[in-house]
Every structure is written in C-alpha cells, then in structure tokens.
C-alpha cells in the first residue's frame, strides 16, 4: 500500500517537474510558466492545475532521476508539440502575409506588382554637334544605336555617318549604365547630313549652271543705250571683212575701218617689238604700253555675230573703258592674249 502511494506521489512529481521544463522551453521565463499553461489550455480541469501548482520536492536516487527522465521525455515531446503547433496555427496568418510581402518583388521587368510599368533611369545628358548643344533625357538602359537615332532626330546626321564620342567612340552594342554616363555628362558629334554630302559630291558644272541660271540675265550690251547709237549707224563700208568660225594671228597691218564710241574711224597698231598698242584716230594717235591696258572684254553684235564690240579698260574701273565697234570675229582671241601677255608674235 505505501508502495503505491510512493509510486503515485512519484509519477506526479515526475508529471510536475516534466510539465516546469516544458513551460520553460515554451516561455522562456520560470515566473510565468503556470500561467502559459493555463492560457494554452494543456490541463483538462483546474484540479489537475491546482494539483501541478505545489513545490513538492522531488526523490533523488538512481533509480528516481531515470523514471523522472523517462516520464520527463514524453511528457515534453507531448508539451512542446502542442506548443509549437499551437504557436505556428496561430502565426500562420501573419507570417504568411509577411513572407508573401517579402517574396513579392517590387517590379519584374519593368513591370509594377500592381501590373503598371515602371519609370526606367533617366539621366540628363547635353549632344554637343558643331556649335548647336541639345539637351536631352535618355534611360541608362539604352544602347548606343538608340543614341544614334535619338542624335539624328535632333540633328539630321543619319546613324550610318555619325562619330559618337563620350569616352572614346560609342560603339552601338553598349548601354549607357554600362557606359557609366552620370547626369550632365557631354557626348561628341561628328557627321555630315545628306544633303551636305551632296551638295559637296555635285559636279562643278551642274552647281555653276545652278548658280548661272540664278542670276539675273544681263541685258546685252548691244541693246544698251548708250552703244545703240554707234551701232544703228550701221557697219563702216571700209571695215575689214570677218571670216566666223576661225583664229588668226593679229595681221601684220593695222585694224582698221572700226568705230569708236563717239562714232568716230579708229584703227589699231600693235607694236610688239615697242609691246605698246597704238590706237589711232583722225585727231591723233595714243600710244598705250601693253601693260597699262588692265583688261579685255567683248561681246558679239546682235545680227552680226561675225563682229563684235569690244572694250580696252585702261584704268581700275569700267568707267575707263576705251570702246571699239565692228572688230572682226577671227581677230578678238588674239587682240586679248596679246594686250594681257599670254603670247607674242614677233
């Protein structure tokens, strides 16, 4: 009979020293261990706590601290199961809330949670082409062919003939994150438009016939006034007679027969062993050295193409142009490479 009270009282130290361990490893504080228990609602009734709550001490010996071991163990498991379990069905609602949070990126791919877009990183950057300076905002993550269009649509250049230079020459394949490009930073443009290459690739002859056929025509100098009224006198009877289509050597005799500007006869003498042009009228004769005639200008006569009219400019301005009328067409090449020195005839 003692036996069995001792073996009782025993179980129920054991039950009590298993059930202290339990609330120590589940609170983490002896002071509140009883009142974990009964907030968990591990004990069936509140005799069974009233029972656990005593100090009774427990038997030492061998034989006690396995038994005490033994129930300890099992009761523990049982207890710590409980606790757990309990712990993580009641956090489960906001620790899952907290993990999906946490797991949840902010953007994936440019793409928001919420499924709108995400601003990219913009970075203010100056294109500097000739003396023009743009001020633009590019995303790091483009590449240096998306700079290139971006260049073209400010400056006209086509990608093709651009020369990008921040660093070195941009190649096309790279992004300006890579690049390294902060906010401020300056890039190079080297290139010609198209329209600049054109024009530079034209021949002469087309931009001389443009550049002609802009000008306003002349009126020839036959229609003007202030030559009309030699030249309606009509061709002198005794003028030397023209041959057209042909160059010959300035004669050996003077040129005579033409009119001058007052209406007057004149000839002309060549001297060239003197290298002076003598230019004779009724009056007098006016010896004039090559060198001081500036230049030679002639044109034909309207209805008469077979001679012209041509002008000896004797000082610095058209004002000193010294006129003669009906010259025969064969002669006027060399009358001007003789008075401006391209050759002689000796």
Not at 68 to 89: D, F, I, L, R
Not at 324 to 329: G, H, I, N, Q, R
Request: with cysteine; hydrophobic share 35%.
């Amino acid at each position: 009979m003692r036996n069995r009270k001792a073996i009782a009282v025993q179980q129920q130290q054991q039950k009590r020293h298993s059930s202290r361990i339990a609330k120590q490893l589940a609170m983490g504080s002896r002071g509140n261990r009883h009142e974990a228990k009964l907030d968990i609602g591990l004990y069936e009734n509140d005799t069974e706590a009233d029972a656990l709550s005593g100090d009774t001490n427990s038997s030492e010996g061998e034989g006690g601290s396995r038994g005490e071991v033994g129930v300890a163990g099992e009761v523990v498991g049982e207890v710590v199961g409980e606790v757990v379990g309990k712990e993580v069905t009641e956090s489960a609602p906001g620790e899952g809330s907290r993990n999906a949070d946490a797991e949840t990126p902010a953007a994936v791919n440019g793409v928001t949670a919420e499924g709108g877009e995400c601003t990219p990183d913009l970075v203010d950057i100056k294109i500097i082409y000739n003396k023009a300076k743009f001020d633009v905002s590019v995303s790091l993550d483009s590449t240096g062919a998306s700079l290139k269009n971006t260049i073209h649509t400010l400056t006209g250049v086509p990608p093709a003939m651009q020369k990008v230079m921040f660093k070195g020459l941009v190649r096309e394949e790279r992004t300006l994150r890579d690049m390294k490009v902060t906010s401020g930073a300056k890039f190079m443009v080297v290139g010609s438009t198209l329209t600049d290459v054109l024009a530079v690739n034209a021949p002469k002859e087309v931009v001389a016939q443009e550049t002609r056929a802009d000008e306003p025509k002349k009126e020839p100098l036959c229609r003007q006034k202030q030559h009309r009224k030699v030249l309606d006198k009509g061709k002198p009877d005794d003028i030397m007679p023209a041959i057209k289509g042909t160059m010959e050597r300035l004669p050996s005799v003077p040129l005579s027969g033409m009119f001058n500007k007052s209406g007057g006869k004149v000839r002309l003498t060549f001297k060239l062993e003197q290298d002076q042009l003598w230019i004779g009228t009724k009056e007098r004769t006016e010896k004039l050295p090559m060198g001081s005639i500036k230049n030679v200008v002639s044109e034909p006569i309207e209805g008469h193409e077979d001679y012209h009219m041509m002008a000896l400019q004797l000082g610095p301005t058209e004002a000193s142009y010294y006129w003669v009328y009906w010259v025969p067409v064969q002669y006027v090449d060399a009358i001007k490479d003789t008075v401006l020195g391209k050759w002689q005839f000796f």
